[in-house]
């Protein structure tokens, strides 16, 4: 699976757009891009995932580039609830067996009031 | 609630004590991961199981590891002679072998060995 990479940490204001970038220049054309945030001490929360096209559910949306080495996750109205430890992670598809999820050190994203 | 469950949520044991961590997946998820989270890092994986086969194990998993999962739902994790470095959060995931199979998680097992 391809690297991914993720600014440490990130602050927005409470009400703004987060959008929190991923690198993942490897990445080859069979590869879907995942997010999930992981509250403290809780379990990681699946937030969204992609191939090619962008992506938007109840919680975010994912814009993936043209060339797909990168992808922005964009969480429209930030919430003090939303802060969290963010994973971008690449995957493949699953041909045999299972694909693990690789996780790397992820985006603290903290929400200010 | 339909999700995946874990129990205990937390075990306090003592160095050379055994412990066992049990799993319940979504109803209907064939598939089962457990990765193990130190503080500061991101989860790692331990293992999987397509129904009841593990089918796949990772370097962390030492001999005092084992898991099974016995008829193809719930999953234990049991660890022997626990150590002071397998103190971590061992997090459940479960995922439907269909379609782009999301893994959903667990609330996890918080493990302190004293």
């Known amino acids: 699976d391809a690297k991914t990479t993720q600014p440490t940490s990130m602050d927005c204001a409470e009400g703004r757009a987060a959008n929190l970038p991923c690198n993942h220049s490897?990445?080859?054309?069979?590869?879907?891009v995942y997010w999930y945030r992981q509250i403290h001490s809780q379990g990681p929360q699946y937030i969204i995932h992609?191939?090619?096209n962008n992506e938007t559910n109840e919680m975010a949306s994912l814009i993936i580039t043209e060339d797909r080495k990168s992808s922005t996750l964009i969480l429209p109205h930030a919430t003090l609830r939303d802060t969290a430890v963010y994973y971008c992670?690449?995957?493949?598809?699953?041909?045999?067996?299972?694909?693990?999820?690789?996780f790397g050190q992820g985006t603290r994203l903290t929400i200010n009031p | 609630d339909t999700g995946v469950s874990q129990n205990p949520r937390h075990k306090i044991t003592k160095r050379g004590q055994n412990v066992t961590f049990r799993c319940d997946p979504i109803s209907e998820h064939n598939r089962l991961y457990w990765y193990r989270q130190t503080l500061g890092q991101g989860p790692e994986f331990l293992t999987y199981f397509q129904n009841e086969a593990q089918l796949e194990k990772s370097r962390l998993l030492s001999d005092r590891f084992s898991a099974e999962r016995p008829k193809g739902s719930f999953s234990t994790l049991e660890i022997q002679r626990t150590e002071q470095g397998d103190s971590a959060m061992y997090l459940c995931?479960?995922?439907?072998?269909?379609?782009?199979?999301?893994?959903?998680f667990g609330p996890g097992t918080r493990l302190l060995v004293l």
């Open positions: 992670i690449v995957r493949g598809q699953i041909i045999q067996g299972a694909q693990k999820l690789v």
């Open positions: 490897t990445i080859s054309g069979n590869e879907y």
């Open positions: 995931a479960s995922s439907l072998n269909f379609g782009s199979e999301t893994q959903y």
């Open positions: 992609g191939l090619k």
